[in-house]
Nanobody, 119 residues
Framework: QVQLVQTGGGLVQAGGSLRLSCVAS????????MAWFRQAPGKEREFVAH????????RYADSARGRFTISRDSAKNTLYLQMNSLRPEDTAVYYC????????????WGQGTQVTVSS
């Protein structure tokens, strides 16, 4: 069972930047899709971005496109989310997640990390 361990996050002023990291426990991660989700207080968890580990194809939510960048470092088995031009509405707990390319649902999740953007 793959395990995902997140680091990063914290408190930043509006307009600032943060980078989240998510390290996967397995060294071979080719057939997976990895993603970032977030959940704000009182709201449902929402998709932020995903990346195909093999090939690097990406997709972003409209709220993230142009400000956030998802990437991966295969040698380090690490997923990243670079967040720029942060807004107070980006405040949420952010989760990394993984699924096989043949599955629809994400079945492996990181522990979550808080991102707070002050105005």
């Amino acid at each position: 069972q793959v395990q995902l361990v997140q680091t990063g996050g914290g408190l930043v002023q509006a307009g600032g930047s943060l980078r989240l990291s998510c390290v996967a426990s397995e060294r071979t991660f080719g057939p997976y899709v990895m993603a970032w989700f977030r959940q704000a207080p009182g709201k449902e968890r929402e998709f932020v971005a995903h990346i195909y580990w093999s090939g690097g194809r990406v997709r972003y939510a409209d709220s993230a496109r142009g400000r956030f960048t998802i990437s991966r470092d295969s040698a380090k088995n690490t997923l990243y989310l670079q967040m720029n031009s942060l807004r107070p509405e980006d405040t949420a707990v952010y989760y990394c997640a993984a699924r096989s390319r043949t599955e629809d649902a994400y079945n492996t999740w990181g522990q979550g990390t808080q991102v707070t953007v002050s105005s």
